[in-house]
């Protein structure tokens, strides 16, 4: 019966060759309320595999045509895993995300963003296919002005597999963000996406019900400051727009830690979540739903900035929506030219800035520091110049 089937003229299920029917094992009763002992059908129904022939991988298969390679069948085992029912390869490669159960966590956190965009007026579907990705987002969001695609991915994954699945989603027009609870530490997959990631909590329940959940990772905000300000980004004071050694004497945008950036964001004209000492999550969903936060790729890892900066820091910086949203690892930006000269310089280079020229440590916070290049500590030295609390001082 297989060679009758069209993979393509299906979802991303399993199809269950004795009933003729496509399962979805993320969707309730697979797909079918209306046969409730469907599950308990299938368990009896042995064998499965290949001696079986009873269940077909219709993703597996579909993604041989896509890529112009024979068709041909894929069966599956189902088997009870540690958090539900699923269907594993006969071959004994990992299951398919879309045919494993979902877990507590990954539930709680899906429902928390739901929720939190119909607080602010979106409309939400959970689990919708999208024709034109391919693919079924855990959750989907449609705003004033936006189409938002809220992906959970609470497991380690490959970054192809999730590059992959970021370029599908936004082949059919959607913002993607994609959410965790691991730690900042531990995300480096999610580098190449829109992210935004949780401390992991010890009950699933807590997603549901803390009022804020603050962000470890995945949001930035900006300060105004003189050129010569430590960059979090560089690690270095390089100006920002023409990367030289030596300060241009002008106000640049830096990317910074200091609360007070953070309680002046605005997720919407009439925020229902507004944003307190450090960027909640909440905060977050509802500004990307209106706009009011925006992707940007710096080197090799994806930010939501607040997008009244996102214009200078684009400028200032370069970069573009589309190169934070496409889902690619950049090669790393660097002058072209042999190791040698990059170590010991171009020799024709024009001369570097001398290092007198540049602000100096005073040496308070950091002792051995004293009439040395400024470094990150420098920012929280009140004598420093680049003190995050300057602009206080000041007045």
């Known amino acids: 019966m297989w060679e009758q089937l069209d993979p393509l003229a299906f979802n991303d299920g399993v199809?269950?060759?004795s009933a003729g029917i496509e399962l979805q094992p993320r969707l309730n009763l697979w797909?079918?309320?209306e046969q409730p002992d469907l599950r308990e059908r299938l368990a009896n129904d042995r064998p499965h595999g290949i001696g079986g022939k009873k269940l077909l991988c219709l993703l597996c298969m579909r993604h041989r045509i896509q890529n112009n390679l024979p068709c041909i069948p894929v069966w599956l085992t189902f088997v009870e895993g540690r958090h539900g029912p699923m269907f594993r390869h006969e071959d004994g490669r990992?299951?398919?995300?879309?045919?494993?159960?979902?877990?507590?966590?990954?539930?709680a956190l899906k429902e928390r963003k739901a929720r939190t965009w119909e607080s602010v007026g979106g409309t939400v579907e959970v689990e919708v296919w999208r024709p034109r990705a391919r693919r079924r987002p855990d959750v989907l969001a449609i705003g004033p002005d936006l189409t938002v695609a809220g992906e959970i991915?609470?497991?380690?994954?490959?970054?192809r597999s999730i590059q992959a699945r970021q370029r599908?989603?936004?082949?059919?027009?959607?913002?993607?963000v994609w959410t965790t609870d691991r730690g900042a530490g531990d995300i480096a997959f999610l580098h190449a996406v829109p992210h935004l990631s949780i401390p992991a909590?010890?009950?699933?329940?807590?997603?549901?019900s803390q009022t804020r959940l603050e962000l470890s990772a995945g949001a930035i905000t900006f300060e105004t400051q003189r050129c010569g300000w430590a960059d979090l980004w560089t690690g270095t004071n390089r100006c920002p727009v023409t990367r030289n050694a030596k300060p241009c004497g002008s106000m640049h945008?830096?990317?910074t830690l200091n609360p007070h950036t953070y309680s002046r964001q605005k997720a919407a004209t009439t925020a229902l979540f507004?944003?307190?000492p450090r960027p909640h999550l909440d905060h977050l969903l509802e500004g990307i739903l209106h706009g009011t936060w925006l992707p940007y790729r710096h080197r090799d890892r994806v930010s939501w900035i607040p997008a009244d900066a996102h214009a200078t820091v684009t400028a200032e910086r370069g970069g573009t929506l589309h190169l934070a949203e496409n889902g690619t690892t950049p090669h790393r930006d660097g002058p072209a030219g042999r190791a040698c000269e990059r170590r010991h310089g171009d020799p024709t280079a024009q001369a570097a800035t001398s290092v007198e020229m540049l602000p100096l440590c005073c040496g308070q916070k950091l002792p051995g520091k004293a009439g040395q290049p400024l470094v990150l500590a420098c920012q929280l030295c009140r004598n420093s110049p680049t003190y995050y609390r300057r602009d206080e001082l000041d007045q």
């Open 15 to 17: 199809f269950y060759v």
């Open 31 to 33: 797909g079918h309320p």
């Open 94 to 107: 990992s299951p398919h995300p879309e045919h494993e159960p979902e877990t507590d966590t990954h539930k």
């Open 153 to 159: 991915q609470h497991s380690k994954a490959t970054p």
């Open 168 to 176: 599908a989603l936004r082949k059919a027009g959607d913002r993607v």
């Open 201 to 208: 909590l010890a009950d699933h329940r807590m997603y549901l």
């Open 253 to 255: 945008l830096y990317p």
């Open 274 to 276: 507004p944003c307190g």
